[in-house]
């Protein structure tokens, strides 16, 4: 069997989470291959509502193996945290979940430089979502990094001289700090994830697909926020495209499978960095509202615009998406006309391939599709589509070229309607 790949084709937050969790019930094994705590993937079922952020969204479901893969960066104490809290809510998932010896480690001073890094960029700053992510990545490339399997051998000296050279950096930053606040706990959450299932993660998931297992792999971030092909350098600080899946997971190329590509049906971005179609008007604020965008981990309002064909192209073709997926398509109910940018104007010219750079004054072309007034919260069926959704579906396919399989109408499990 081969691996599938469901992942953000735009600026993170497409609902990745809540469309895992929806398709889990097809697959065996869920694995997430790269991102930490950065993410926050929000699922709803039972009218209860479950924000994930290191944990893979297929955890919900018995009897499915979760795997944490080795791309991914994992912080023990927000890691024991999510665990705790679930606990709390009367999920023990820890008998299903799995955790790459090779993942690395996000130290308390990772996140004390991220709050560095960011501090002393002033206006420039990435808008970081402070979980100690650039950093930690930063000492894996740097082979500076300590990895989960580290904790099984002298993890406490191997710790103390890494936030040696930590200190180190850290005092050319004019920036003031406590370590003990962003300590506490460590030691404890350390102890924690050695009680838990530490696997050599590639071997497993190559002998899953050996056995014809179905694996899903669990992308987080978005496209326009990869480390090589977004908007860089307002991006995250990995591979969040479907090669990342290979790199993250240990698989050959050839191993990979379908790849879902998952979009809202507008747009929106948390942090900072260009945004061709931000809408700073009346119509942005609606959108936000409408669609409840409020950052899943750390609160922050989110940026609303427009859908983006240009970078969503772009993004098909750098993943090789196989089959799209919109979420949100219920938000834009009651907007008399959808717009949608086919290009960009820079400098009088007009762009319609992703460039290089994306100016402040681009201006996007826009072409204006009818809107639809029908509430889709409670369909259950695409014959019950308003033809306005379904021209811009029929549009939005010509365009991309791929067919929209799956259009999710709300947050909840059962608002999803799967196309024949
Ligand atoms: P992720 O990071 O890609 O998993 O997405 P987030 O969880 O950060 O943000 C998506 C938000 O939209 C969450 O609050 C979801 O509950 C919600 N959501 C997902 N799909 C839909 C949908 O089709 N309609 C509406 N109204 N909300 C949705
Ligand atoms: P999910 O998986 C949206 C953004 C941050 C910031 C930039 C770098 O929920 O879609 P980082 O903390 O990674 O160094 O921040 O990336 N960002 C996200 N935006 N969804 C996410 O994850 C994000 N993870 C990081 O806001 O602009
Ligand atoms: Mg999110």
């Not at 929106?268 to 942005?284: H, K």
């Not at 109910?333 to 402040?360: C, Q, R």
């Amino acid at each position: 069997m081969k691996v599938d790949v469901l992942l953000g084709l735009q600026w993170g937050d497409e609902g990745k989470g809540k469309v895992v969790d929806v398709l889990t019930p097809d697959y065996d094994v869920i694995t997430r291959f790269q991102g930490g705590p950065n993410a926050g993937h929000t699922l709803e079922f039972g009218n209860v509502k479950h924000v994930l952020h290191n944990i893979p969204s297929g955890i919900f479901h018995e009897d499915k193996i979760n795997i944490v893969g080795n791309g991914v960066v994992l912080d023990p104490i927000t890691f024991k945290q999510e665990l705790d809290e679930l606990k709390a809510k009367g999920f023990d998932i820890t008998k299903n979940l799995f955790i790459s010896k090779k993942a690395h480690l996000i130290l308390p001073t990772h996140r004390i430089l991220d709050a560095a890094s960011e501090a002393s960029k002033g206006k420039t700053k990435i808008g970081s979502t402070l979980k100690g992510i650039g950093p930690t990545y930063m000492d894996k490339t740097g082979r500076n990094g300590l990895r989960v399997g580290d904790i099984l051998m002298n993890f406490e000296q191997k710790y103390e001289n890494l936030k040696k050279k930590h200190i180190q950096l850290l005092s050319m930053y004019d920036f003031e700090y406590d370590i003990t606040e962003f300590e506490n706990g460590l030691f404890e959450s350390i102890e924690a994830l050695k009680q838990l299932n530490l696997i050599d993660s590639e071997h497993e998931i190559n002998k899953y697909i050996k056995k014809g297992k179905k694996v899903l792999a669990e992308g987080a971030q978005g496209t326009m926020l990869d480390i090589d092909f977004g908007s860089y350098p307002y991006v995250t600080s990995s591979n969040t495209i479907t090669a990342g899946a290979c790199i993250g997971m240990g698989i050959a190329p050839n191993k990979i499978g379908e790849v879902y590509g998952i979009f809202k049906a507008y747009c929106t971005r948390v942090g900072s960095g260009p945004f061709p179609t931000e809408l700073f008007d009346e119509t942005g604020d609606e959108l936000r509202k409408a669609g409840h965008e409020f950052g899943a981990t750390t609160g922050r309002p989110r940026r609303c615009g427009w859908i983006d064909l240009v970078a969503l192209k772009y993004a098909v073709m750098i993943n090789g998406v196989t089959q799209l997926i919109m979420t949100k398509s219920d938000v834009l109910s009651g907007f008399k006309t959808i717009k949608v940018a086919t290009a960009y104007k820079i400098n009088g010219k007009i762009v319609d391939e992703f460039p290089f750079e994306l100016p402040d004054d681009l201006e996007p072309v826009y072409k204006e599709l009818p809107g639809w007034n029908k509430d889709l919260s409670e369909i259950s069926s695409e014959d019950e589509f308003p033809a306005e959704l379904k021209y811009y579906i029929d549009y939005l396919e010509e365009e991309l070229g791929v067919p929209i399989k799956i259009i999710s109408v709300g947050p909840g499990r059962d608002q999803t309607i799967v196309r024949d």
